[in-house]
Each structure stands twice: as structure tokens, then as C-alpha cells.
């Protein structure tokens, strides 16, 4: 199944631009390291968000988030971290671990 999703924001660029749609792919399974993922988030005005995954579950938390999450050296089942491709995008460090039931799915192509 599929969804179409309109990026709002630079938060992906180079990568995505604002405006750009997006053709996103179900997943039926955990996000893999590495993949553009959307998923939901408590916020009605932009209730999705568009980020690469930077870590899964198992993997050490990344060192550039180890100071937001003390005491957590592994990404827990269930989670993934996440961050934007622009340096000046939120990532995990503002949005914490992203619970891979709020997966909506795949970006297809990036």
C-alpha cells in the first residue's frame, strides 16, 4: 500500500525539498539504518515528519545524542533514531527515539 506525502520544510535538503511529493511505501517491517521514513508525531498543525534513520534497535546510541539520552547506550526494541539530512534540521536530540509504531513507511527512491 501506499501513501503520498508533501515534504513541508527544508529539514531533508539537499535530499527533499519543501513542496516536493513524495510517494511512501507501508512498511510491514522494522525501518532499516540508513532508510527516509515518515511518521507521525503530537503536533496538529504538522502532524508527520520526514527524517533518515540513523540508528535502530541494538545499535549504540549515536554519539551526537549519547548527552540527550543519559544512561542509554542502545537503541531499545521498538525504536529507531532519527535525523535530518540538513545539519540544521530536528532529529532525535529535539524529537527523542521514534517508537517504530508511528512508522508510517518508506520513502521510495532516496
Known amino acids: 500500500m501506499w501513501v503520498r506525502v508533501t515534504v513541508r ?3 531533508m535538503s539537499p535530499t527533499l525539498h519543501d513542496g516536493q511529493k513524495l ?3 507501508r512498511l510491514f517491517r522494522r ?3 540508513g532508510e527516509v521514513i515518515v511518521f507521525r508525531v503530537p503536533d496538529p498543525e504538522l502532524p508527520h515528519r520526514v527524517k533518515r534513520v540513523a540508528a535502530v534497535a541494538g545499535d549504540p546510541v549515536p554519539s551526537w545524542l549519547a548527552a540527550t539520552l543519559p544512561g542509554l547506550s542502545r537503541v531499545p526494541d521498538g ?3 532519527v535525523v535530518g539530512d540538513n545539519p540544521r534540521s530536528q532529529d532525535s536530540r529535539q524529537l527523542g527515539l521514534v517508537d517504530c509504531g508511528d512508522v508510517v513507511g518508506a ?3 532516496t
Open 79 to 81: 525504536f529507531v533514531v
Open 23 to 25: 510517494l511512501v511505501r
Open 9 to 11: 520544510g527544508n529539514s
Open 107 to 109: 520513502v521510495r527512491g
Open 31 to 33: 525501518p532499516r539504518d
